[in-house]
């Protein structure tokens, strides 16, 4: 016999922290805990791990023994979620927990920054990915991981970057003062950016958005065409979600966040304020039917999938 629900559950998972927090039915919230990576296509034990820890910690705060757990209902916002195979690996693990429900990180910031409503987000942070949801079905744009996809994120933006530094070297592009930058980064060996790039990921790459706000506020015209190209990018995404069905649109995410001004008037006219962030959308998972919220309640798999 399956155990009443009597808490809420919700994570936000993603490469670098887990985050948790217990609510009770009321929405009053119990406990809140925070552990390591939970993108599960990092790996799904790594990731349930994270959650169990942060549960755990969060249950300890709330002084809710673990015999208790199967009155649980977990939401799960988690980073790699999109990935159909991941998606099964993570749900195929054992867990005491009453219901657990998983989307992507993208779909449970939706849900909060429009409180559960229809509504569309672009989040472009290291990474893009734009959704859209409308009565139950979410429409997703870009979002397929760096390099092939994230246009509009820090880490497209960084590999931009190094690739005007090594046409700089070649007298093809000036030699702005942010290229000068990324020069003494790598104490001006060449040989050291073309080894640093066989192994970086995202973050690597996104580690010089920072500098390129910085040296676009004082002139530089690599920096600028830098922004301009971003720019673009997230206007590309905006427009598609508004040829989905979307009326306005919250921008989320570091470079999402300080893009505004470079981007046409008419869609900063589209942009709307968030009132949630992607830990209330996974608090709204655990509250609603799970099936209702599961990326993959079917068999069927494509990329425009019904919630």
């Known amino acids: 016999m399956t155990d009443p629900i009597c808490y809420y559950v919700g994570i936000d998972g993603g490469g670098t922290s887990c985050r948790a927090r217990i609510t009770d039915l009321n929405g009053c919230v119990l406990g809140e805990a925070k552990t390591g990576s939970a993108n599960i296509l990092l790996g799904s034990k790594v990731a349930m791990s994270s959650i169990q820890e942060a549960i755990t910690l969060a249950s300890n705060q709330a002084n809710i023994q673990p015999q208790h757990y199967s009155s649980f209902s977990v939401g799960l916002a988690l980073a790699g979620a999109e990935q159909k195979n991941a998606w099964l690996e993570f749900m195929s693990l054992p867990h ?63 590999l931009r970057l190094i690739q005007y530094v090594l046409l700089a070297v070649d007298d093809i592009e000036p030699k702005t003062a942010i290229v000068t930058h990324v020069l003494t980064h790598f104490h ?21 958005s920072p500098a390129i706000f910085e040296y676009a506020q004082h002139g530089d015209v690599i920096a600028q065409r830098l922004l301009q190209q971003t720019a673009h990018d997230i206007s590309m995404w905006m427009n598609a979600l508004i040829k989905k069905g979307a009326k306005e649109i919250c921008l989320m995410g570091s470079i999402a966040e300080r893009i505004h001004s470079f981007l046409p008037e008419h869609l900063q006219q589209r942009i709307a304020m968030p009132q949630g962030d992607a830990m209330d959308g996974a608090l709204n998972m655990a509250k609603t039917e799970s099936q209702l919220h599961n990326l993959y309640p079917s068999d069927e798999f494509n990329h425009e999938l019904s919630c």
């Open 96 to 158: 005491p927990y009453g219901k657990v429900t998983l989307n992507t990180d993208a779909y449970g910031a939706c849900l909060g920054a429009w409180n559960g409503q229809n509504g569309a987000i672009l989040i472009a942070g290291t990474g893009s990915c734009g959704i859209y949801i409308h009565n139950g079905t979410q429409h997703i744009v870009g979002g397929r991981e760096f390099p092939i996809s994230d246009q509009g994120g820090g880490a497209i933006m960084g």
């Open 188 to 208: 001006h060996d060449i040989d050291a950016i073309v080894h640093w790039s066989k192994t970086a990921r995202p973050c690597d790459y996104g580690q010089f």
